[in-house]
C-alpha cells in the first residue's frame, strides 16, 4: 500500500517564510483544518499516512518535502537553503529509518531543497538558482547515476521551488504555468496550464489528481484529457508559497525494493 509522509502545521506557521509574494496574514486555525481535509483526501485515494515529527520552533516544517527526497529505496535527506529550516531534517530522517529506507544526506556547505526535485520516471529535474546550489545536484547526480537515475538540471528563478513552477502527470508530460517557467524548452513534453496553482498537481493514481481549488480552469482542462481532478483547499499555506506536493512525501512501496512516486 502507498505511504505519505505528512507533518501538522506548527504554532508558528504564519511566520513561515515568503519570498516571490507579499506577506498576508494566516489564520493558523484555518491552516489546520486545510491540511486534515489534504491528509485525508490522501487516505481516502488509498494512502496509508504516517507522520513525521513535529518542530514547534520551525513555522515551515510542514512543508515536509523539502527535507526528503525518496529514490526506490533510498532516502536523500535535504540540506535547506534556508538555515532556520535544518532543525527540520531530524525527525523526516526518522520517519525513513522507521519504514526500512537507506539514508543519504546532503552534505555541507552544498544546499537542497526536495521542492527543487522532480521525479519523471527515471529522470530527475533539479531546479538551481534559488535554494538548492549546482554542488548539491552533483551529490545527487554521483549519488543517482549508478543507481539508473539520470539527472538533469533546470533554471528555477521566478519561483520559490522547481515544483512552484512545474509537476508531472502520470504519462510524463510537464505542466506549469508559463510566466513561472524559466525555460520550457528545457522540458521534452510540456503543457501549459492557465493558472498557476494548476501546475502542481499530486498523483494519487493512474488518472486521479490531487490539486488545489485555486484552480478550477485547470482542473477542467486536465478533465477534457482523461484525468479525474480532485480539489482541495489549501489557500492558507499558498500565502505562504506552499503547494499540494510540498505538504507530503509520496511513497507508493515502502520499504527495501519499492518504488517511489514520480513528482
Known amino acids: 500500500m502507498p505511504l505519505a509522509l505528512v507533518r501538522r502545521p506548527g504554532p508558528l506557521l504564519a511566520d513561515g517564510l515568503v519570498v516571490h509574494q507579499e506577506r498576508v496574514p494566516v489564520d493558523v486555525k484555518e ?3 486545510q491540511w486534515s481535509v489534504y491528509v485525508e483526501a490522501l487516505h481516502h485515494a488509498g494512502w496509508t499516512i504516517s507522520e513525521v515529527d513535529p518542530v514547534g ?14 529514490f526506490d529505496d533510498l532516502a536523500v535527506i535535504a540540506r535547506p537553503g ?25 552534505e555541507a556547505p552544498s544546499t537542497l ?13 533539479v531546479g538551481i538558482g534559488g535554494r538548492t546550489t549546482a554542488s548539491a545536484v552533483a551529490q545527487l547526480d554521483t549519488l ?17 521551488h522547481l515544483k512552484s513552477a512545474v509537476t508531472a502527470l502520470p504519462d510524463g508530460t510537464i505542466i506549469g504555468y508559463p510566466d513561472h517557467v524559466d525555460e520550457i524548452a528545457g522540458y521534452d513534453r510540456f503543457m501549459t496550464m492557465p ?7 499530486v498523483i ?3 488518472d486521479q489528481l490531487l490539486m488545489s481549488s485555486s484552480a478550477p480552469e485547470s482542473a477542467i482542462r486536465l478533465s477534457a484529457i482523461g484525468y479525474r481532478p480532485l480539489q482541495v483547499d489549501i489557500s492558507e499555506f499558498e500565502k505562504l508559497e506552499g503547494c499540494v506536493t510540498c505538504l507530503s512525501v509520496r511513497i507508493r512501496h515502502p520499504g ?8
Request: with cysteine; aromatic share 4%; net charge negative.
Open 204 to 206: 494519487l493514481g493512474d
Open 144 to 160: 543517482l547515476s549508478p543507481r539508473g537515475w539520470l539527472v538533469r538540471p533546470v533554471s528555477v528563478r521566478r519561483v520559490l
Open 113 to 125: 531543497d526536495g521542492g527543487d526535485v522532480l521525479k519523471v520516471d527515471r529522470t530527475v529535474y
Open 31 to 33: 491552516a489546520m483544518r
Open 57 to 70: 520552533n520551525c513555522p515551515d516544517a510542514v512543508f515536509v518535502e523539502d527535507v526528503i527526497v525518496v
Open 195 to 201: 493558472e498557476p496553482e494548476g501546475a502542481h498537481v
Open 256 to 263: 527495501p525494493g519499492h518504488d517511489s512516486q514520480s513528482g
Open 82 to 106: 534556508a538555515p532556520s529550516r535544518r532543525p527540520e531534517t531530524g525527525g523526516a530522517e526518522e520517519a525513513a529509518r522507521r519504514i526500512g529506507l537507506d539514508i543519504h544526506r546532503i
